[in-house]
C-alpha cells in the first residue's frame, strides 16, 4: 500500500471554530476525499476545551451539568472510541482513500498512519510506540492504550479514531501536549467521588503529556514534527489550503 | 477466507441470501476480518426503506465505525437484535448468527447486479 503522492495540507492550529465546527470540518474532508480530492492532514487546536463523545459512546456517560459549569462544550465526534478532552491537545486529522485488501483494514491503517505519528514524535525527542494493551474500557478515551493509540512507556500520549465512509478513511486523533485545570473526571458522571478520585488517579497514572516529558509543546513546533513524520514516513508531498 | 456459494455479494462487502423474496443480510468474512473485534452495531429501523447501496447500518470496531450499506432497495422487516448483546457474533459466524438485517426487495431485479462467490472472491483477490 503506499500513501505516496501530493496531499492537502491544512494548518488550522490558530482555529476559531467551534468544537462542532471542528468536526464538521474533518467530515467535510472526508466527503472532499469520497468524492475524488486528494488525501489531506489537517492540523488544529481548540479554541476553549471540549469534550468530544465517541459516535455511540451513551449519553449519560457525561455529567451535562458539570461541562455547563465548567464552559465545557460537548460534541460527537463521527469516529469511533470514548470521551475525550480537547484544549490542551494537538488534534490531526487524516483522510485518504481506503486502500483495497489487507492494507485498508482497520488495524493496518492505525499501524501505517501510527508510524508516520511516531516518526513526528521522535522529532521531538518523545520515544513513542504503537499501544497493544487491552486495558479497561471505561467512559474516558484516556484510561485505556488500546490498538489504535500511542504509549510512552505504559502511558498514553495520543489516542486515535475512525471513521470509514464511501471508501474514504477519516482518521483523527490528539496528542496530549499539557494538561487542562480540569480533566474527564471533572466531566464525566460518576456514581459517587470514590469513583471520581479513581477516575482522576487513573488517567493520570495512565496517560503523559509532552509538557511531563520535557519536550516542546507548542502546536505549532508539535504540528511542524507531525508533518515533518508523514512526508518522511508517507513520502507525501504537501500543498497547503488556507482556510 | 470463506465465500459460501449460495450468497450474492456486494463490492461494499455485505452478503445476501435470498429466502422467499426477501433478502437476508450480513456483512462477509472479508469485510468482518478487516474490521477487527466488534464492539458495536447500529441496526436500521425495522419498517425503514432502504435503498440499494445507501447506507442503513453502522458498525463500530477498535475505535473505528464503518458504514453498511443497503445490497437492494426494500423495506427492513427483521433485523437481528441479538447483535445488541452480541455483537462478536459478526465476527464468529458473519454469514449466520452475525446477519444484520432483513430486506422485503421492491425490486429483486438489482440482485443480478451482486457478485457471485467465485466473482467476489476474484473482487477481494485483486490487488
Known sequence: ?243 | MEFPQDLRYSREHEWVRVEDGRARVGITDYAQDALGDVVFVQLPEAGADVAAAATCCEVESTKSVSEVYAPVSGTVVEVNDALEDAPEQINEDPYGDGWLFVIEMSNPAELDALLDAAAYEAFVSEP
Open chain 1, 1 to 243: 500500500m503506499t500513501f505516496a503522492g501530493e496531499w492537502l495540507l491544512i494548518d488550522d492550529v490558530d482555529g476559531t471554530r467551534s468544537a462542532a465546527g471542528q468536526m464538521a470540518a474533518d467530515l467535510t474532508l472526508l466527503d472532499e476525499v469520497a468524492g475524488g480530492a486528494p488525501p489531506a492532514l489537517r492540523l488544529y487546536t481548540w479554541h476553549a476545551p471540549a469534550l468530544s463523545l465517541g459516535r455511540f459512546q451513551p449519553d449519560d456517560d457525561v455529567d451535562r451539568a458539570a461541562c455547563d459549569r465548567l464552559g465545557v462544550e460537548v460534541v460527537r465526534r463521527p469516529t469511533g472510541g470514548r470521551a475525550l478532552l480537547h484544549g490542551g491537545d494537538l488534534t490531526y486529522a487524516v483522510v485518504f482513500r481506503r486502500p483495497r485488501g489487507a492494507a485498508g483494514s482497520v488495524d493496518m491503517l492505525f499501524r501505517r498512519l501510527a508510524a508516520a505519528l511516531v516518526a513526528g514524535l521522535a522529532q521531538l525527542g518523545v520515544p513513542a510506540c504503537l499501544g497493544r494493551g487491552a486495558g479497561d474500557v471505561g467512559p474516558a478515551c484516556f484510561s485505556a492504550a488500546r490498538g489504535a493509540d500511542l504509549r510512552v512507556g505504559d502511558r498514553k500520549l495520543c489516542g486515535s479514531a475512525q471513521l470509514q465512509r464511501e471508501g474514504a478513511v477519516l482518521q483523527h486523533g490528539s496528542v496530549l501536549c499539557r494538561r487542562l485545570p480540569v480533566d474527564e473526571a471533572d466531566l464525566l458522571a460518576c456514581t459517587d467521588d470514590e469513583a471520581r478520585r479513581s477516575m482522576r488517579v487513573a488517567l493520570r497514572h495512565r496517560t503523559v503529556t509532552l509538557e511531563e516529558l520535557g519536550v516542546p509543546v507548542e502546536p505549532e513546533e508539535v504540528g511542524a514534527a507531525l508533518i515533518s513524520g508523514f512526508a518522511q514516513t508517507l513520502d507525501v508531498k504537501w500543498r497547503s489550503r488556507v482556510t
